[in-house]
């Protein structure tokens, strides 16, 4: 038997077992030749200022009290040129909104010049300055967004807003969520306690960070026992408007109100005793009553018929509407500029401000609805409806909408779980 010493044992572990294989005593392995073969290559050429031509890439944050000096100087950049330019340029202003904890890239070569600098601005925006041929280039450029859906829901305790901040729903959505049913609920009046809602609706980021929100695509509003489902789509004439599940607009004509949160405080009535006069007379519309300033809006679509002042309306709005619709905007603190006689206005434009010019004690709106020159209680009335859905157009709608109206019954479901478990 060999001695260990002369054998090369090499163990193949399989699920048979272990084989071992090894070379026989004074076994003469065959030579190999080899031969040594030199050879020169050429090197690349390098450029005698290649350390100059480098670019360095390096981001820093704003620190609170920061200059752009301060700022660049952080960043490694020691060019006079770039600091001339960033001082004196006016398309350099986005440079002096830099705020506090916002990054700044900066590219500069080995000598410090500047080659570039990037940064969003507080409209974020991509602010980006560059060197070129005959000095530097500042461009502002709209931010590729990552656009997201974000559901939430809510329950009525006390008021609207107080519910979506519980929720987490920023004001800008809950603002459009009343808008969205400002045809079929009066958010002054006809909210109770127990009143639900559920909102999907758009949150934009920009490098991860949430930026802003977009538009509501769909939204669902239980008032009174009454379910009112809304979801967003483009209609005939190129517009987003909103829809029930079976193609009704959403939203009727006219707005209920021409101001989004107010409070009445003069009714219609066919006998009020009138402040400054001192008689009875009728009041042919609705005071709402609001701080000077406060926005108020055109309840429908229309043409302005007339605009400035008009007696004892003070400064004042007159609109024509579709049929024999017509609309009444008065004692307005100012009128917005570009409604004259003959603009034409959509639903929701801001064309006014509450004021208390001509005939009244204190700022508030005077709104009048007329049907055939005749003055109606908005308050009361029956409102035109917009246009449906074409037939030919369902189809695809109802396609559309189909996974948003999935996710309102998703959250239907949950609320009834969560509502279950809280009793």
Sequence with gaps: MPTPGHWLAIAVLSLSGVAAFGLAPDTTLPTVATRTVERALPLPALPDDDAAAAVYWREERV?????????LARAGVDDADAMRFMRTSPDARPLYQLRPGRPVRVAVDGSG?????????????????ERAADGFRATTSAADADVRTVLRSGEIRTSLFGAA????????????????????????????????????????????????????VAAEFVNRGQ??????????????????????????????????????????????????????????????????????????????????????????????????????YGHLSKIAPAVKAGARVRQGDTIGYVGATGWATGPHLHYEFRIAGEARNPLTVAMPVAEPIG?????????????????LALARTLSGTALAAAR
Excluded at 63 to 71: C, Q
Aim: glycine share 10%; proline share 4%; charged share 25%.
């Design 391 to 407: 037939p030919e157009r369902l189809a695809a709608f109802r396609a559309g909408i189909a996974p948003h109206a999935d996710t």
């Design 113 to 129: 010049a500047l080659v570039s600098l990037e940064f969003r601005t507080g409209a974020n925006d991509e602010f980006v300055v």
């Design 165 to 216: 901040d519980a929720a987490g729903i920023p004001d800008a959505v809950t603002i459009a969520l009343a808008e969205v049913f400002a045809g079929d609920i009066d958010f002054h009046h006809d909210l109770q306690r127990g009143d639900r809602f559920t909102v999907v609706y758009e949150e934009r980021y920009i490098d991860g960070e949430a930026t802003g929100t977009g538009r509501i």
């Design 227 to 328: 379910t009112l489902r809304a979801f967003l789509w483009r209609d005939e004439d190129g517009r987003d408007a909103y829809y029930t599940e079976e193609g009704r607009s959403a939203r009727n004509a006219f707005l209920r109100s021409p101001m989004e949160f107010s409070r009445i405080t003069s009714g219609f009535s066919l006998a009020r005793f009138h402040p400054i006069l001192q008689q009875w007379r009728a009041h042919q519309g609705v005071d709402y009553a609001a701080p000077a300033g406060t926005p108020v809006r055109a309840t429908a679509d229309g043409i302005v018929t007339s605009s400035g002042w008009q007696g004892g309306y003070g400064n004042a709005i007159f609109l024509r509407h579709q049929g024999t619709y017509s609309t009444v």
């Design 63 to 71: 620190l609170r009290g920061d200059t752009i000096g301060s700022l």
